[in-house]
Nanobody
Framework: QAQLVESGGGLVQAGGSLRLSCAAS????????MGWFRQAPGKEREFVAA????????YYADSVKGRFTISRGNAKNLVYLQMNSLKPEDTAVYYC?????????????????WGKGTLVTVSS
């Protein structure tokens, strides 16, 4: 059964860094676009970053541009999110996502596969 498993969340002070990882398994994900969403308490899930199947296309939300970096592992079943200069407003559950269409990342409801999420808490 295909699944995405996130890791790397935790508690960090404002200005600090965290690196999230997502491991995909259960099927071939080498041709899937992958990315990250987040959901803060009381808010809707929002797009954070996406990377194309071959790593050539990358998108970021304006709120994280210049601070977060998305990348894929050589095996293409791993995706990472390096988060620097973290702010309290980055506090959220971060979800890994995979889809055959990069356009699906603009509308979270169309995503093929979701992870269960990892909590990131940024203290002020």
């Amino acid at each position: 059964q295909a699944q995405l498993v996130e890791s790397g969340g935790g508690l960090v002070q404002a200005g600090g860094s965290l690196r999230l990882s997502c491991a995909a398994s259960g099927r071939t994900f080498s041709n899937y676009h992958m990315g990250w969403f987040r959901q803060a308490p009381g808010k809707e899930r929002e797009f954070v970053a996406a990377i194309g199947w071959n790593g050539a296309t990358i998108y970021y939300a304006d709120s994280v541009k210049g601070r977060f970096t998305i990348s894929r592992g050589n095996a293409k079943n791993l995706v990472y999110l390096q988060m620097n200069s973290l702010k309290p407003e980055d506090t959220a559950v971060y979800y890994c996502a995979a889809d055959l269409s990069l356009g699906s990342f603009w509308d979270a409801s169309g995503i093929d596969y979701w992870g269960k999420g990892t909590l990131v808490t940024v203290s002020s």
